[in-house]
């Protein structure tokens, strides 16, 4: 894939052609090869980029009454992005399917309640070798969104740049060594890009607003859809697949030129369902029970994510010719069926990851908060 096709699939759709600073861009191209997110990956119709302008003080203030898949709180220190994944895999005393449909089962149970927005909190962690020194980075950030129930409203973001330091206490040493550069040069993995200056203080929060993808379209989904699509979804498995399938076409939910199995294709879009789209519970226990049913996604117990909570994760290989393979994780809570986040995960480097050690945690999302709430963002 050329660049300006990587750009134009990292990029949000209500976005269009409107210029971007050469950080975004950058950064947009970067995540868009980290494979599937998640959330977050997911790839909303309404995304937010870096560098708009400051919203209102006080917006954080929010009530969130309902936290549909909320997080629980976090339990020790975890290793981050850049680092070596923090769980072996051991032996399950339950299969892989087993572990997935209880998970549906919990899911299943969550209160079903609606308000007038579905808010999220995540914190995204991507890493970056610097270009002298020999040591890693992560680039961390923060990102509150409204997304309106009603058709015709606006998507509000609120993104905060929370700084770039070395991946590990090793990588700490040697950014030391080179003097604790406030601003770090780092290698961008694709072709063609010149390299990117991070900087470890952050930045000051900033806001975006936009309006809905045809005044309706809310989240990304192998295409567009609208908050009806998502809470008329199917319950039951076998239907809910098929839903999915139907636009799937042989290639990644972010560009027509990547190829794609469909059964990394609908690990892909479930984990969108799982983690950050505001479908009912019986749509999200039944998306668990879809990944149950496919033969390559295996579960690993004791994962530790990047907010240093310990859940179980539903795992999924694919190969890539630019980066090598890597394993794209769902990291859930096995004891109520919510997600914690997703991460990306170097299995084999080479190209552009070359880098990179096999069990690096390329990009992680972890999810702080999901749920419906009346308030929404302060003007």
Request: glycine share 8%.
């Amino acid at each position: 894939m050329n660049p300006m096709d990587e750009l134009r699939a990292a990029r949000p759709a209500h976005l269009g052609d409107r210029p971007v600073d050469e950080h975004t861009r950058a950064a947009e191209l970067a995540h868009a090869m980290s494979g599937p997110r998640g959330s977050r990956r997911r790839r909303t119709a309404v995304r937010p980029v870096w560098g708009l302008a400051a919203l209102a003080a006080g917006a954080t203030a929010v009530a969130v009454v309902v936290a549909g898949n909320a997080a629980p709180a976090p339990r020790k220190q975890a290793p981050q992005a850049g680092q070596s994944a923090s769980a072996t895999p051991r032996k399950v005393t339950l299969s892989a399917r087993e572990v997935l449909l209880a998970a549906a089962e919990k899911a299943d149970r969550q209160p079903d309640r609606t308000g007038d927005w579905w808010y999220t909190v995540t914190v995204s962690r991507h890493a970056y070798p610097a270009v002298k020194g020999g040591y890693l980075v992560l680039d961390r950030q923060r990102d509150e969104e409204w997304t309106p129930r009603a058709t015709g409203g606006e998507q509000w973001s609120r993104t905060r740049r929370l700084g770039a330091l070395p991946a590990s206490e090793a990588d700490r040493l040697a950014w030391e060594q080179a003097g604790s550069p406030a601003g770090i040069e780092v290698v961008v993995p694709m072709k063609k890009v010149a390299p990117l200056t991070l900087r470890t203080s952050p930045d000051k929060a900033t806001t975006s607003h936009s309006p809905l993808v045809d005044g309706d379209k809310v989240f990304w989904l192998g295409r567009n859809v609208t908050m009806k699509d998502l809470r008329g979804l199917p319950d039951e498995p076998a239907k809910l697949k098929k839903w999915l399938l139907d636009s799937y076409d042989g290639h990644s939910t972010e560009s027509s030129s990547v190829e794609m199995s469909a059964d990394t294709w609908l690990f892909t879009v479930s984990v969108g369902l799982i983690v950050s789209m505001p479908v009912t519970p019986q749509v999200r226990g039944a998306a668990f029970r879809m990944l149950a049913g496919l033969d390559s996604v295996k579960v690993i117990e004791n994962v530790t994510d990047a907010e240093g909570r310990t859940g179980t994760a539903a795992a999924i290989q694919q190969s890539d010719e630019r980066t090598g393979v890597r394993e794209s994780r769902l990291i859930f809570d096995e004891a109520t069926g919510r997600a914690l986040g997703t991460e990306s995960v170097v299995v084999e480097p080479r190209g552009l990851w070359k880098s990179f050690e096999p069990g690096t945690v390329s990009s992680s999302e972890a999810v702080l908060e999901a749920g419906w709430t009346d308030a929404g963002p302060k003007r």
